[in-house]
C-alpha cells in the first residue's frame, strides 16, 4: 500500500464537481457562471415569469372587463332535477340540506333554483335564490317557496 494509492470506499463519496478551486481544477476563473450578467452574480434568484427581459407573457396578454369581488356565487339546480330527486326519495318538501346530501350541492354553496325542466308534483322548495321562471312553475302547481338569507 502506497499513499498514492488510497482511494475511498466504494461509494462512500459522491462526484461532485469541485469549483472556484483554481485555474488547475478546470472550474475556477468564473466558476461554470459564463460572463457578466445577472445570473453570474452572487446572489441571484430568478423571479417568476422573468423571461430575461423580454415583456413577460402575463403582461403582454391583453385584459379585459371588470371582476367584481363583491359578486354572489350561486350553485344553479335546475327544476328537473329537483323533480327527479323528489320522485327518487318520495318527499314534498326540499331544502338546501336534502340537495346536499344527495350530492347535488356542497356545504358551502348558495343554492339557486333554476326554471329548466317540468315541474310534475306539488313541491315546498327552500333555497338560497330562485328564478322567476322557477318561481312560476311551482306556483303554478300549488307548491311553496321559501327563500333562506
Known amino acids: 500500500m502506497k499513499l498514492h494509492t488510497l482511494k475511498p470506499a466504494e461509494g462512500s463519496t459522491k462526484n461532485k464537481k469541485r469549483i472556484a ?3 488547475g481544477s478546470g472550474k475556477g ?3 461554470t457562471r459564463g ?3 445577472a445570473k453570474s452574480r452572487s446572489g441571484y434568484s430568478r423571479k417568476i415569469g422573468f423571461e430575461g427581459g423580454q415583456m413577460p407573457l402575463q403582461r403582454r396578454v391583453p385584459k379585459f372587463g371588470f371582476k367584481n369581488i363583491n359578486r354572489v356565487e350561486y350553485k344553479g339546480i335546475n ?3 329537483v323533480q327527479a330527486l323528489a320522485d327518487k326519495l318520495k318527499i314534498d318538501a326540499i331544502d338546501v340540506d336534502t340537495l346536499i346530501n344527495n350530492g347535488l350541492a356542497n356545504k358551502k354553496d348558495l343554492v339557486k333554483i333554476l326554471g329548466r325542466g317540468e315541474l310534475k308534483s306539488k313541491l315546498k322548495i327552500s333555497a338560497h335564490g330562485f328564478s322567476k321562471t322557477a318561481i312560476a312553475a311551482v306556483e303554478a302547481k300549488g307548491g311553496e317557496i321559501e327563500v333562506i338569507k
Do not use: A
Open 21 to 23: 478551486r483554481g485555474q
Open 29 to 31: 476563473g468564473t466558476s
Open 35 to 37: 460572463h457578466k450578467g
Open 79 to 81: 327544476l328537473d332535477s
